[in-house]
Structures are given as C-alpha cells and as structure tokens.
C-alpha cells in the first residue's frame, strides 16, 4: 500500500503547489505548460513507450486529442478552484467525479449498476451539493461554488475519455505519451496567445514551478499504476484507497494548513463523500 500513499500525497501537492501559486507570485498558466514538458520527458524515461501502436488505424486518435484539449484546460479550472473554493472543496470534487464515469459505464459501455453503486451515486450527489454550499455572500458572488462544479464535470469527461482510449486496447504508456503530448502542445499555444495579447514574459520561477508541478502530476500516475501493480487481485481495493485518501489528506492539508473555513454544510458533505466513494469502489 506504500505506492498508493505516495500516490495520494503527489495527488494532494499537486493542489499544494496549485494554491501557493498566486503567493509566489507564479504564472499559473506558465506553470501548467512546463508541468506537461516534465510528464511527458519522464513517461518516455519511464515507461519507454513504443510508439508504434499509434501509427495503427484503430488508435483512438478522437478520444487523444479530446485529451490533449482537456487535460490542460481543466488543469486551469482546478488551479482556479483551489484558490476560489480551496483544496478540500475541489479535492472532493475531483474525486466525487468518478459518479460521472460510473454513470457513463452503465449507459454507454453496458455494465450493470449494482444498488450500492446506485445508493453511492445519490449519495454523491448530496455530497457534491453540500461540498459546493456557500453561506458566504461574497463566497457566492465570488463564482467559488462554480469551479468545483467545472472540476466534477471535466474529470468525469476526462475518465471517460480514458476508457475510450484503454477500450481501444492501445498500451498504456503509449497513451499517456500521446495525450501528454498533445497536451502539451494546446498549453503552449494557450500561452503564446496570452504572450502574443497580454505580452506575457517568461519567466525562470515559472518554469520551476511547472516542472515540480511535472513531477507531482506524474508522480500520481506512476505510484498509482504501480498500486494497481503490486495488488493486481485488489483493484476496488487500490481504487478506494486512493479516492478515500486524497479527500481525507486534502482535508487535513485544506484545514489545518492552510485554514480553509468549512460550513457545517460543507463538513457534512465531505463525510457523505467519503461514504460515497466507500459505495461506488465497493467490489
């Protein structure tokens, strides 16, 4: 369970690192592109994807290229949910969003919704509502309860995305090679726009951050893949693991180093999270 760990805790810097942005004055945007160079140099060390399969016409060239768009563009939404509604808030969120892949897997992919699954779902739901619940007028004005909303809805078209491209049967390193390259050349193009209109200067700590940023974001694939690895007959188990802990540690990290302020409302939504994540994930 070691790799699940430490997989939970790149999950939660990633947020961390997010969150310190703006007081260190980082270019957010900046950060985001040089993170998808640091992924996917490491995923080539790593992995030493063959690269073949991707010349083959069954390769899931749509469901690659819906995640090049993405995943930096819901990178940009979670940075702003971490600032707006803070890490527990959008960690759960984040995580609440596998009620969208399960949900895709009975309607598209034709596997059967247990009632455990189905009570999670519901349950999940409520989470979500009290998770995002602002008492606050300056919190709801603010747009806070939004971006979590954006970061539920983008990583359950993410992970739908993802099983597309695993249904398709294309291995897995030569998938993570591809969409972390188109990612990354979607990023830089967002910022050469931004350089271009904003005239937006490069600078020597952005790139730092973004390679960190890199290193966490792939840190979090590699230990959870080798999760799944080290248990291959447990994978609810690692699965649940993860889930559970990032919004467990999100919460501790939220509340007692960074002073995130929860409403009795919000707390009682990150219990029904748990809870919920504990259903759907249960074998």
Same mark, same amino acid.
């Given at each position: 369970? #070691?790799?699940?760990?430490?997989? *939970? #805790?790149?999950?939660?810097? *990633?947020? $961390?690192?997010?969150?310190?942005?703006?007081? /260190?004055?980082?270019?957010?945007?900046?950060? #985001?592109?040089?993170?998808?160079v640091a992924a996917s140099v490491l995923t080539a060390v790593v992995f030493h994807p063959s690269l073949e399969v991707l010349r083959s016409p069954q390769a899931p060239w749509l469901?690659? $290229?819906?995640?090049? %768009? +993405?995943?930096? +563009?819901?990178?940009?939404?979670?940075?702003?949910? $971490?600032?707006? !509604?803070? #890490?527990?808030?959008?960690?759960?969120?984040?995580?609440?969003?596998?009620?969208?892949?399960?949900?895709?897997?009975?309607? /598209?992919?034709?596997?059967?919704?247990?009632?455990?699954?189905?009570?999670?779902?519901?349950?999940?739901?409520?989470? /979500?509502?009290?998770? *995002?619940?602002?008492?606050?007028?300056?919190?709801?004005?603010?747009?806070?309860? /939004?971006?979590?909303?954006?970061?539920?809805?983008?990583?359950?078209?993410?992970?739908?995305?993802?099983?597309? $491209? !695993?249904?398709? @049967?294309?291995?897995?390193?030569?998938? +993570?090679?591809?969409m972390f390259a188109l990612a990354l050349v979607v990023a830089f193009f967002l910022q050469l726009w931004r350089r271009w209109h904003e005239r937006l200067r490069l600078t020597v700590?952005?790139?730092?951050?973004?390679?960190?940023?890199? &290193?966490?974001?792939?840190?979090?694939i590699v230990f959870y893949v080798r999760a799944h690895q080290a248990l291959p007959d447990h994978p609810a188990l690692v699965f649940a693991s993860m889930n559970l802990g990032v919004? !467990?540690? @999100?919460?501790?990290?939220?509340?007692?180093?960074?002073?995130?302020? %929860?409403?009795? *409302?919000? &707390?009682?939504? %990150?219990?029904?999270?748990?809870?919920?994540?504990?259903?759907?994930?249960?074998?």
């Amino acid at each position: 369970m #070691i790799y699940v760990l430490l997989s *939970v #805790i790149c999950s939660v810097l *990633v947020s $961390v690192l997010l969150k310190l942005a703006r007081r /260190l004055q980082i270019d957010v945007g900046q950060a #985001i592109a040089w993170n998808y160079v640091a992924a996917s140099v490491l995923t080539a060390v790593v992995f030493h994807p063959s690269l073949e399969v991707l010349r083959s016409p069954q390769a899931p060239w749509l469901g690659f $290229v819906g995640l090049g %768009l +993405l995943l930096p +563009l819901i990178f940009q939404a979670l940075a702003a949910s $971490v600032n707006s !509604a803070g #890490i527990v808030r959008t960690d759960a969120a984040q995580r609440l969003s596998l009620m969208i892949s399960l949900l895709a897997a009975f309607l /598209l992919f034709g596997e059967r919704l247990s009632a455990s699954k189905g009570a999670g779902v519901a349950l999940g739901l409520l989470a /979500l509502a009290c998770m *995002v619940w602002r008492t606050e007028r300056k919190d709801a004005e603010s747009g806070g309860w /939004l971006w979590p909303l954006v970061v539920f809805a983008g990583f359950g078209a993410i992970d739908i995305l993802f099983k597309l $491209v !695993a249904k398709a @049967g294309t291995p897995f390193a030569a998938s +993570l090679q591809a969409m972390f390259a188109l990612a990354l050349v979607v990023a830089f193009f967002l910022q050469l726009w931004r350089r271009w209109h904003e005239r937006l200067r490069l600078t020597v700590r952005d790139v730092i951050a973004g390679l960190l940023l890199g &290193l966490a974001n792939f840190g979090n694939i590699v230990f959870y893949v080798r999760a799944h690895q080290a248990l291959p007959d447990h994978p609810a188990l690692v699965f649940a693991s993860m889930n559970l802990g990032v919004v !467990a540690l @999100g919460a501790l990290v939220g509340l007692f180093a960074f002073r995130e302020r %929860l409403s009795r *409302v919000n &707390l009682l939504g %990150l219990v029904l999270a748990l809870l919920a994540i504990g259903l759907i994930t249960r074998a």
